[in-house]
């Protein structure tokens, strides 16, 4: 709408790639007569196939680079995708948190709600109670009514729709009550994930409760570089996680991945300089190599950038089996401007339908394909331990870092519910409500803006690659 085209003109679509947490991987260890290049030495075991899937890394490369990313970046500059709604002032329910709103960087700025188009604000209303439902349901209607005179019944219906199913039991998330007067609508696009320096033992605690908690590790297997001097290079969790079933493992994978993906932003967008005239951000090499590099690592850095790429996988086929959702006619990404509505809506589902065309997927059939009455456990398993970590998002104490991880948890989880859900989706009649699946504004919006910095991540980890092949 009005505002959101006025800020654009002013030049504030910020880079979309920006940075989280910071990554509280263990300090690196001096090289010590290094083998092999810079760049061979964050990339060389990065290629050519990847474990648990039948992908390489190069296909991913270049159907990233040069397909995906450019559409997906158009896409999440549109207002449906930039508005998000986030209640950053839970209180963390796990320990007391020590808030970060010193520190500059971490700011997050809210938007005056005039500048969030009226269908996207009138449309987040939610039933929260149902004794009061059908009540709400003819005040909604009557509301919705007077944001565009003009809106079919269609309309009413899709937006009514996806507001009910808020509190569906089966998300992967533990979801902030948006009606809550501390929920506020951020704009993503003015406040990028980048370098924020949150660092340090609170950020560490984050990361390191999320690994040993709740990621099915037991106690006793220590993590690699976690327990300092007497590490057996992270053979006894290998072992250990080679040991467990393929889902348990990807769910360590995707953590990691998340994880990397993050530390890349942070690399990527690194605060350079910073005089009271002038900010700047851009790569930071060395910060990536202590991150990433073979040796500095001690073996870990390539097998964080290949879990980037397992990560990346698993939400490319959530997209794909996302798309008869997202292609029923009645699907609208509603903002109150029709023909805007109308063209993102094309993009993306040219974006789905790209993602779909991509030859190598991970074939998720592998997944929970034990007995049924094992699976269902395991899958619930998975649920409540993913639910757990987007608790821990209220843990993180610089604003920004929380924003952006709640926003990639729930994305994920998003996607997770998606490809638990293949079956209901095929069975979405074409017209008409589609009970048993829904998606609500907020995790589409979650869903793609998360997909979003994984791409980017990809899309960056090549210009590390060239940065490193010329030094
Ligand atoms: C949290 O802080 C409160 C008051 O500052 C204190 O009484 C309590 O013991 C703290 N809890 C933990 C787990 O540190
Ligand atoms: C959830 O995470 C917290 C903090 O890491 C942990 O103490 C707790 O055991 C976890 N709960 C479950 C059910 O995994
Ligand atoms: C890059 O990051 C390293 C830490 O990894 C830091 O010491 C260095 O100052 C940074 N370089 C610049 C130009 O900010």
Same mark, same amino acid.
């Given at each position: 709408?009005?505002?959101?085209?006025?800020?654009?003109?002013?030049?504030?679509?910020?880079? &979309?790639?920006?940075?989280?947490?910071?990554?509280?991987?263990?300090?690196?260890?001096?090289?010590?007569?290094? =083998?092999?290049?810079?760049?061979?030495?964050?990339?060389?075991?990065?290629?050519?196939?990847?474990?648990?899937?039948?992908?390489?890394?190069?296909?991913?490369?270049?159907?990233?680079?040069?397909?995906?990313?450019?559409?997906? !970046?158009?896409?999440?500059?549109?207002?449906?995708?930039?508005?998000?709604?986030? !209640?950053?002032?839970? =209180?963390?329910?796990?320990?007391?948190?020590?808030?970060?709103?010193?520190?500059?960087?971490?700011?997050?700025? =809210?938007?005056?709600?005039?500048?969030?188009?009226?269908?996207?604000?009138?449309?987040?209303?939610?039933?929260?109670?149902?004794?009061?439902?059908?009540?709400?349901?003819?005040?909604?209607?009557?509301?919705?009514?007077?944001?565009?005179?003009?809106?079919?019944?269609?309309?009413?219906?899709?937006?009514?729709?996806?507001?009910?199913?808020?509190?569906?039991?089966?998300?992967?998330?533990?979801?902030?009550?948006?009606?809550?007067?501390?929920?506020?609508?951020?704009?993503? &696009?003015?406040?990028?994930?980048?370098?924020?320096?949150?660092?340090? =033992?609170?950020?560490? $605690?984050?990361?390191?409760?999320?690994?040993?908690? !709740?990621?099915?590790?037991?106690?006793?297997?220590?993590?690699?570089?976690?327990?300092?001097?007497?590490?057996?290079?992270?053979?006894?969790?290998?072992?250990?996680?080679?040991?467990?079933?393929?889902?348990?493992?990807?769910?360590?994978?995707?953590?990691?991945?998340?994880?990397?993906?993050?530390?890349?932003? &942070?690399?990527?967008?690194?605060?350079?300089?910073?005089?009271?005239? /002038?900010? $700047?951000?851009?790569?930071?090499?060395?910060?990536f190599q202590q991150r990433f590099d073979?040796?500095?690592?001690?073996? /870990?850095?390539?097998?964080?950038?290949?879990?980037?790429?397992?990560?990346?996988?698993?939400?490319?086929?959530?997209?794909? $089996?996302?798309?008869?959702?997202?292609?029923?006619?009645?699907?609208?990404?509603?903002?109150?401007?029709k023909i805007q509505d109308a063209e993102?809506?094309?993009?993306?589902?040219?974006?789905?339908?790209?993602?779909?065309?991509?030859?190598?997927?991970?074939?998720?059939?592998?997944?929970?394909?034990?007995?049924?009455?094992?699976?269902?456990?395991?899958?619930?398993?998975?649920?409540?331990?993913? $639910?757990?970590?987007?608790?821990?998002?209220?843990?993180?104490?610089?604003?920004?870092?929380?924003?952006w991880g709640k926003l990639q948890t729930?994305?994920?989880?998003?996607?997770?519910?998606?490809?638990?859900?293949?079956?209901?989706?095929?069975?979405?009649?074409?017209?008409?409500?589609?009970?048993?699946?829904?998606?609500?504004?907020?995790?589409?919006?979650?869903?793609?803006?998360?997909?979003?910095?994984?791409?980017?991540?990809?899309?960056?980890?090549?210009?590390?690659?060239?940065?490193?092949?010329?030094?």
């Amino acid at each position: 709408m009005a505002a959101g085209s006025g800020l654009r003109a002013l030049g504030l679509t910020a880079p &979309l790639i920006l940075i989280l947490l910071i990554l509280l991987w263990p300090p690196p260890v001096l090289p010590q007569g290094p =083998p092999g290049t810079a760049e061979q030495r964050c990339f060389c075991q990065v290629t050519g196939y990847l474990d648990d899937c039948t992908c390489d890394v190069e296909t991913i490369d270049a159907f990233n680079n040069y397909k995906l990313f450019p559409r997906l !970046n158009e896409l999440l500059e549109s207002d449906y995708f930039r508005y998000y709604k986030v !209640n950053l002032k839970k =209180p963390c329910p796990f320990w007391n948190d020590s808030s970060h709103c010193g520190i500059r960087d971490c700011a997050v700025k =809210p938007c005056p709600s005039n500048e969030v188009p009226d269908g996207i604000r009138s449309g987040s209303y939610k039933y929260s109670e149902e004794a009061n439902n059908l009540a709400e349901e003819c005040e909604e209607a009557e509301r919705l009514g007077a944001v565009d005179g003009s809106l079919s019944e269609e309309t009413l219906e899709a937006v009514l729709r996806w507001t009910r199913h808020d509190d569906s039991s089966d998300s992967f998330c533990e979801v902030d009550d948006i009606h809550s007067p501390d929920a506020e609508y951020v704009d993503l &696009l003015l406040n990028p994930e980048r370098y924020t320096g949150y660092k340090g =033992p609170d950020a560490w $605690k984050i990361w390191n409760s999320i690994y040993e908690e !709740n990621c099915f590790k037991p106690q006793t297997v220590k993590r690699p570089l976690a327990s300092g001097r007497g590490d057996d290079e992270g053979r006894t969790f290998y072992n250990w996680l080679k040991g467990v079933c393929v889902e348990k493992r990807a769910f360590y994978r995707l953590v990691s991945g998340l994880h990397a993906s993050i530390n890349i932003h &942070l690399s990527a967008r690194y605060l350079l300089q910073d005089t009271w005239s /002038e900010k $700047k951000w851009g790569p930071n090499v060395t910060e990536f190599q202590q991150r990433f590099d073979e040796v500095l690592t001690r073996g /870990e850095g390539p097998r964080r950038l290949k879990n980037l790429y397992f990560l990346y996988l698993i939400e490319l086929r959530a997209l794909s $089996k996302a798309l008869p959702f997202f292609e029923r006619p009645g699907f609208q990404l509603y903002t109150g401007n029709k023909i805007q509505d109308a063209e993102i809506k094309n993009l993306l589902l040219e974006i789905l339908h790209l993602a779909k065309s991509f030859p190598l997927h991970f074939d998720e059939n592998s997944f929970f394909a034990g007995n049924q009455k094992e699976a269902a456990k395991l899958k619930e398993e998975f649920r409540l331990h993913f $639910k757990n970590i987007s608790k821990i998002m209220d843990c993180v104490g610089c604003f920004k870092c929380r924003l952006w991880g709640k926003l990639q948890t729930q994305g994920l989880g998003t996607a997770l519910k998606i490809l638990f859900s293949e079956n209901l989706i095929e069975k979405i009649p074409e017209s008409g409500p589609s009970y048993g699946f829904q998606l609500t504004r907020q995790e589409i919006v979650a869903l793609f803006n998360a997909f979003g910095r994984i791409s980017t991540s990809v899309k960056e980890l090549e210009n590390f690659r060239n940065i490193l092949q010329n030094m």
